[in-house]
């Protein structure tokens, strides 16, 4: 079992920036990777960025591409998402997820990134 605890959602005006974090705890040696999806209000959740815990491989959502980055410590077992030149559509429900490699799937429960004016 994987328990994910995410911080470092609020709110923020436009061009701000915000750092996720995803912390997990458990049987975390089983996870090979780990991602950040965000949901609006009347949206489907979508993946926003991704990251294999070996290699350190990412991928981004075309939205986000030059303005997140997400990264991970395995040593503490976190992943971060740093959020730059943040946008009104930017803000949705926050979701960390990790993969394992027996094919379960883990989700935190969410932190609110909101920003406005």
């Known amino acids: 079992q994987v328990q994910l605890v995410e911080s470092g959602g609020g709110l923020v005006q436009p061009g701000g920036s915000l750092r996720l974090s995803c912390s997990a705890a458990?049987?975390?040696?089983?996870?090979?990777?780990m991602s950040w999806y965000r949901q609006a209000p009347e949206k489907q959740r979508e993946l926003v960025a991704d990251?294999?815990?070996?290699?350190?491989?990412?991928n981004y959502a075309d939205s986000v591409k030059g303005r997140f980055t997400i990264s991970r410590d395995n040593a503490k077992n976190t992943v971060y998402l740093q959020m730059n030149s943040l946008k009104p559509e930017d803000t949705a429900v926050y979701y960390c997820?990790?993969?394992?490699?027996?094919?379960?799937?883990?989700w935190g429960q969410g932190t609110q990134v909101t920003v406005s004016s």
């Open positions: 997820n990790a993969r394992s490699s027996h094919g379960a799937t883990f």
């Open positions: 990251i294999n815990r070996s290699s350190g491989l990412t």
């Open positions: 458990g049987f975390t040696s089983s996870i090979y990777a």
